[in-house]
């Protein structure tokens, strides 16, 4: 099995920033794609920024110019660095990534859990 677990979330004052991490952990074989979406209450989930597994990034209109991806395969872990963060920002941040476990195979997707991210003064 395949697991991604978010960390880095939290209370943050407007202004102010916050780095994400995300970590496949598992049976893996290589991890390809990997995005972060975020979902505020009412809100349908939306895509901040992805990465594909050499590292070509494309972000959603959120996270053009304030947020910055970027990853460190050796140890299968994506970042999302935020920055002048805004109150809007607010929301559950989840990663995804699409990944092989057998050779042979097509990637599966997985999502994490999420983690809160609240921008408040």
């Known amino acids: 099995q395949v697991q991604l677990v978010e960390s880095g979330g939290g209370l943050v004052q407007p202004g102010g920033s916050l780095t994400l991490s995300c970590v496949a952990s598992?049976?893996?074989?290589?991890?390809?794609?990997v995005g972060w979406y975020r979902q505020a209450p009412g809100n349908q989930r939306e895509l901040v920024a992805k990465?594909?597994?050499?590292?070509?990034?494309d972000y959603g209109t959120t996270g053009q110019g304030r947020f910055t991806i970027s990853r460190a395969n050796a140890v299968n872990t994506v970042y999302l660095r935020m920055n002048s963060l805004k109150p809007e920002d607010t929301a559950v941040y989840y990663c995804?990534?699409?990944?092989?476990?057998?050779?042979?195979?097509?990637?599966?997707?997985?999502w994490g859990q999420g983690t809160q991210v609240t921008v408040s003064a």
């Open positions: 995804s990534a699409n990944v092989r476990r057998h050779w042979g195979r097509d990637p599966d997707n997985y």
């Open positions: 598992g049976s893996i074989l290589r991890v390809y794609d």
């Open positions: 990465i594909t597994s050499d590292g070509r990034t």
